[in-house]
């Protein structure tokens, strides 16, 4: 018997809502895990608050368990729909493809898709390949109409040119076929309302939930020293962890219940559809947290009473305050002008959309050089075609970090090569971005940049519009020019009722 879809029915009756998260890995054995939350399994399917089980893909490593398996057995396990994560790292269209195949055969219809954290092992030969989460979601919607589709979204940025470029690329997923967006965890609760607050103003039909963690100090410490993508610790903030880590243990454990606690009574106070919860894989925790939020929820009726007791949650024992906010860096929703391109930076903009227009769009020059390349379209594999391709990377290669992709998206990315961002990332950021840095730590986040040009040419708007396609992995290292001209080329999709064209690209 198919499982009932307890989550989507909490989403339509505007009912908060729990989902725990269970991480398939490796390292374990699946069934065993498994085992472990027959206990939870039990309370869930008795819980009108917890509605789902949360399957994440590839979080420990990426030969982690298909989630899909995980998936089916808690779904029979709980009655309830699980929500199936899929990565895109390592992944192309194809292999989305086959994991939609297997949802449908396992009657499951959650999904949350995401472009996923860093490769931990990276090729031999070769870049990795990433998914990337718009043109997925896409995708997944073509193929699964009527199903319950989740993206990922991190409001927890500290930069003009990073949460922007976040909140752009979430309306992206959302014209792409995202019913909900999940964020990142986080600490910072004025980061929560700039997201609803973005959502209620530009999506308001989308839903947000967030994603919170049970914090001590040792799981902190392993996060700090991991370095996980997008997840800010600040110093004082561990600071204060260790500090409760020095106090009896059932001390230190109640004051990290209580915070949670307060995050989850925080996020339904500000307006999110539910949480989910990260870290909590026994019963009697999760009984002990629902007591903790029961008793939080009758301390802070409103959002005053709420903010007196979140700040006494981050006051350590010897009276010193945490702030999860880094040290200088405070911008906010709303806060703009922070976010200035450079003269270099302008001029280059200038100087590539004078040339991309008068030789790829429109004018004498771009007329007599598609002439020239559209008997070339399709013949790309012919002596003649690998001529142009050369041609191709030596005049790009050196201007924009050119790798031939067969399907130039620069007249959508602001002439900046999405080839250059390590993830191969065209419609905006992934969650991982510290400051403006990428989460490889060798470089600006090349969406920062894109941010900066498009506001100093007063095109910002478009960050936030019009899905730019996945590139096949068939025409990678490829000339591109012959493709463009005869108008099968990759172009930014600006068309809602045609989704699956930002998948395919124009015909």
């Not at 979080?59 to 994560?85: F, I, M, N, W, Y």
């Amino acid at each position: 018997m198919k499982a009932g879809n307890a989550l989507a029915e909490a989403l339509a009756n505007g009912r908060f809502f729990w989902s725990l998260e269970f991480i398939p890995s490796v390292d374990r054995i699946l069934r065993d895990d498994l085992t472990q939350l027959g206990g939870i399994a039990a309370v869930m399917r008795g819980s009108d608050r917890l509605v789902t089980f949360a399957v994440t893909d590839r979080v420990v490593s990426e030969r982690d368990p298909e989630p899909v398996a995980a998936a089916a057995s808690l779904g029979d396990s709980t009655g309830k729909q699980p929500l199936v994560h899929f990565s895109g790292k390592g992944r192309e269209l194809g292999d989305l493809e086959r994991v939609i195949g297997r949802m449908q055969a396992n009657g499951l219809e959650n999904m949350l898709v995401l472009t996923g954290d860093r490769i931990k092992l990276e090729p031999v030969r070769g870049r990795a390949r990433y998914l990337e989460s718009v043109p997925a979601l896409a995708f997944a919607r073509h193929l699964m109409p009527r199903a319950l589709l989740a993206c990922a979204l991190n409001p927890f940025k500290y930069r003009e040119e990073e949460g922007m470029a976040q909140f752009y690329k979430l309306d992206r997923k959302m014209e792409a076929g995202a019913d909900l967006a999940i964020t990142q965890i986080g600490f910072d609760p004025a980061k929560h309302d700039d997201a609803i607050d973005w959502v209620r103003r530009r999506c308001p039909e989308a839903r947000l939930v967030a994603n919170v963690m049970l914090l001590p100090a040792a799981r902190a410490r392993y996060m700090r020293k991991h370095a996980l993508a997008g997840i800010t610790i600040t110093d004082s903030l561990m600071a204060m962890l260790e500090a409760e880590a020095a106090l009896p243990r059932e001390g230190a454990a109640a004051r990290a219940l209580r915070r949670l606690a307060l995050q989850i009574v925080g996020v339904e106070l500000a307006g999110y559809a539910g949480v989910q919860i990260t870290g909590l894989h026994a019963p009697e925790r999760v009984e002990a947290l629902n007591e903790a939020v029961c008793k939080a929820g009758h301390d802070c009726p409103d959002r005053a009473s709420w903010n007196e007791a979140w700040q006494d949650a981050l006051t350590a024992p010897d009276g010193s305050r945490a702030d999860p906010v880094p040290l200088g860096a405070r911008w906010r929703l709303g806060q703009r002008g922070t976010a200035v391109a450079g003269f270099g930076e302008r001029f280059r903009y200038r100087a590539l959309e004078g040339i991309h227009r008068a030789v790829f769009e429109r004018g004498p020059l771009a007329a007599c050089f598609g002439a020239a390349m559209r008997p070339f379209h399709g013949k790309e594999g012919t002596l003649a075609g690998r001529a142009i391709h050369f041609i191709e990377r030596a005049v790009k290669a050196p201007i924009v970090g050119c790798e031939t992709c067969g399907q130039c998206r620069l007249g959508a990315t602001q002439f900046v090569c999405p080839e250059t961002c390590p993830k191969g990332l065209a419609n905006g950021p992934c969650g991982g971005t510290t400051l403006n840095r990428c989460e490889f730590g060798d470089r600006e986040c090349i969406h920062s940049v894109k941010l900066r040009l498009a506001a100093a040419a007063g095109v910002e708007e478009q960050l936030g519009s019009g899905l730019i396609a996945a590139v096949p992995a068939e025409s990678r290292n490829r000339t591109s020019w012959p493709s463009h001209f005869a108008g099968d080329g990759t172009l930014a999709e600006r068309r809602t009722d045609e989704r699956d064209r930002a998948v395919r690209g124009p015909v």
